[in-house]
């Protein structure tokens, strides 16, 4: 089974005016799970596992399924005495800080954070999904602009963990 990245985005866009809160592909050279949120808005995508592909012709990756995008420059890692957490993005989309533009950040450089505080917005496909920290503790560095196009795995924030 193939997909592009129009059959991807016709396939969410279809699902997303259903009632279907959960859709799994799975065929010998990739899985792909979509969920959805309680508003109907895709609240997460996991990652496409490639195997070696049984087929003739290459599995997408989710980087070949999203347009292309300028290359992100990530600063370098700090000393590894911190042990901070990585807050990666799930996808591939647009990174905003605030709900609005004329609205305050989620959060900022030294703020506190507990898990399931939101953190921020990425838009994938007109959607807005709030990605929810899975760790509790200070936001030590926000490493992405807003508005901002980030790629699936990119880290977006280091926290201190409590």
């Known amino acids: 089974m193939n997909l592009n990245f129009d059959e991807l985005r016709e396939l969410l866009t279809t699902l997303s005016q ?12 990739f ?19 490639v195997s ?12 070949q399924l999203a347009p292309p995008t300028p290359p992100v420059s990530e600063p370098s ?3 590894l005495e911190q042990k901070l957490e990585e807050i990666k993005s ?15 950040p989620f959060t900022e450089v030294g703020a506190r954070i507990r898990v399931g505080d939101t953190v921020c917005i990425i838009e994938a496909m007109k959607l807005m999904n709030e990605l929810e920290a899975e760790v509790s503790g200070e936001v030590v560095e926000i490493l992405v602009d807003n508005a901002q196009p980030v790629e699936f795995g990119q880290v977006l924030m280091r926290v201190k963990p409590n």
């Open 18 to 29: 259903t009632d279907i809160a959960e859709l799994t592909l799975k065929s010998d050279a």
């Open 31 to 49: 899985e792909l799970t979509v969920r959805k949120g309680e508003t109907g808005a895709i609240a997460s995508v996991s990652h496409v596992a």
């Open 52 to 63: 070696s592909p049984v087929v003739q012709s290459p599995v997408p990756t989710p980087t």
């Open 77 to 79: 890692p700090p000393p």
């Open 90 to 104: 799930p996808m591939v989309g647009t990174f905003y800080r605030a709900p609005a533009p004329d609205e305050p």
